[in-house]
């Protein structure tokens, strides 16, 4: 069975004091993994996907990089706006499904 | 482009009551998917649409039924709801990207059942 477990649960930064979000799996056949930004009271955003051990990724003060145990999320100087919950997510077999961790929420304060 | 919409943002019901999420995506995707969240138990798969004319249980199954009505639309029916089933409802879509999945969620409906 496939697990998928965050760490921390929660996590508060000042701004501009960069930090790393950690997903570690357990999966047989790693089709891709996923990170996610959810907002409280809406749906999550797609963020990235990663497929092989190596693999990274960026977008503004987020890159997400990936062993063949874990992905991290590495926020570089965030702000305020960066607060939200990140989830990640791993698919296997036919691609077609996901699995959940439940989920790091960050805080960054002024 | 809308992307995924759902229907009602929120519902209360009596134990015993029925209702229909209803879910429409207009990004052309074959996959369709309903998920409930919970505190402290992440996103749960509930059923699936591999592509139309199929359906799939997931993870979470028991007590909901849907139905792919089209390729645009996917809907989820609580038959006689429960408290168990007060939880927030996300419909995704996704396109095969690379060699993976990519899903893109819904806004969600908060459901709440007394």
């Known amino acids: 069975e496939d697990q998928v477990t965050q760490s921390p649960e929660a996590l508060r930064l000042q701004e501009g004091e960069s930090s790393s979000l950690n997903c570690s799996y357990t999966v047989s056949g790693l089709r891709g993994l996923f990170w996610y930004r959810q907002d409280p009271g809406k749906g999550p955003e797609f963020l990235f996907t990663?497929?092989?051990a190596g693999e990274e990724k960026e977008k503004e003060r987020l890159k997400a990089t990936l062993t063949k145990k874990e992905s991290f999320l590495h926020i570089t100087a965030p702000k305020p706006e960066d607060s939200a919950t990140y989830l990640c997510a791993v698919s296997t077999g036919g691609g077609n499904k996901l699995t959940f961790g439940t989920g790091t929420q960050l805080k960054v304060e002024l | 482009n809308a992307g995924v919409t759902q229907t009602p943002k929120f519902q209360v019901l009596k134990t015993g009551q029925s209702m229909t999420l209803q879910c429409a995506q207009d990004m052309n995707h074959n996959s369709m998917y309903w998920y409930r969240q919970d505190p402290g138990m992440g996103l749960r798969l509930i059923y699936y649409s591999a592509s139309e004319g199929t359906t799939d249980k997931g993870e979470v199954p028991n007590g909901y039924n849907v139905s792919r009505l089209n390729k645009r639309e996917f809907s989820l029916r609580l038959e006689s709801a429960a408290p168990s089933q007060t939880s927030v409802y996300f419909c995704?879509?996704?396109?095969?990207?690379?060699?993976?999945?990519?899903?893109?969620f819904g806004p969600g409906t908060r459901l709440t059942v007394t």
């Open positions: 990663l497929y092989s």
């Open positions: 995704a879509s996704s396109t095969l990207t690379g060699r993976a999945y990519e899903q893109y």
